[in-house]
């Protein structure tokens, strides 16, 4: 007998395929990826909404005390409101975690809209709410005649925001989606296949 037939006698004896998942590891792992990206959209949520009612919160207080211009008051309402937005969509989207079922790909779907929900904050948060900041900000600066020392720090924070935010997303956020996807499209078609 060949090799590959006596092969197949040994396969279809221990009724087994030969190229097993374990599905009960599989599914561990992309439960711990789901509890991963589930952490890292509440750290950002909850760190974000802090930081805006913590610098707004300053800011109103700074601008009521030293009777600062209007933009400073607009700042301070914009960081507010961002606040407000982010607990909203934070609620929004915990009621929306209800409609994954408890499967391993109800979590591998899971943990894809929590990735997807980190790449639509960076790119909020470097187009709706650091552009919106910087153009009041440079109206109080020039109402304010302020020196070119502050407008260089300005113009530094900002450009080093903008880096660093399009690296998280293309460095961590982008990949991180794009390796689940990969994960569910295998999961899928292999289930596909087996059915046939």
């Known amino acids: 007998?060949?090799?590959d037939?006596?092969?197949?006698?040994?396969?279809?004896?221990?009724?087994?395929?030969?190229?097993?998942?374990n599905e009960e590891t599989l599914h561990k792992r992309i439960q711990t990826k789901k509890d991963r990206t589930t952490r890292l959209v509440n750290l950002t949520e909850i760190a974000l909404t802090i930081i805006n009612v913590g610098v707004g919160s300053f800011l109103l207080w700074d601008s009521i005390i030293d009777n600062e211009g209007v933009y400073s008051y607009l700042i301070a309402a914009f960081m507010l409101f961002?606040?407000?937005?982010?607990?909203?969509?934070r609620i929004r989207r915990q009621r929306e975690?209800?409609?994954?079922?408890?499967?391993?790909?109800?979590?591998?779907?899971?943990?894809?809209?929590?990735?997807?929900?980190?790449?639509?904050?960076?790119?909020?948060v470097i187009w709706w709410y650091n552009l919106p900041i910087l153009l009041l900000l440079i109206l109080k600066l020039m109402q304010a005649q302020s020196g070119w020392l502050t407008w260089l720090l300005i113009a530094l924070a900002?450009?080093?925001?903008y880096f660093l935010g399009r690296w998280e997303l293309n460095r961590c956020h982008l990949p991180r989606k794009e390796s689940l996807k990969t994960l569910r499209d295998t999961l899928t078609e292999d289930s596909i296949e087996m059915v046939r």
């Open 158 to 161: 900002f450009t080093l925001a």
């Open 97 to 124: 975690a209800n409609r994954f079922n408890r499967s391993m790909l109800g979590d591998l779907d899971h943990a894809i809209a929590n990735a997807d929900r980190l790449i639509v904050l960076s790119r909020k």
């Open 82 to 89: 961002s606040a407000g937005y982010l607990i909203i969509d």
């Open 1 to 3: 007998m060949e090799f």
């Open 5 to 21: 037939e006596l092969k197949k006698i040994w396969d279809t004896q221990n009724n087994t395929p030969m190229y097993a998942i």
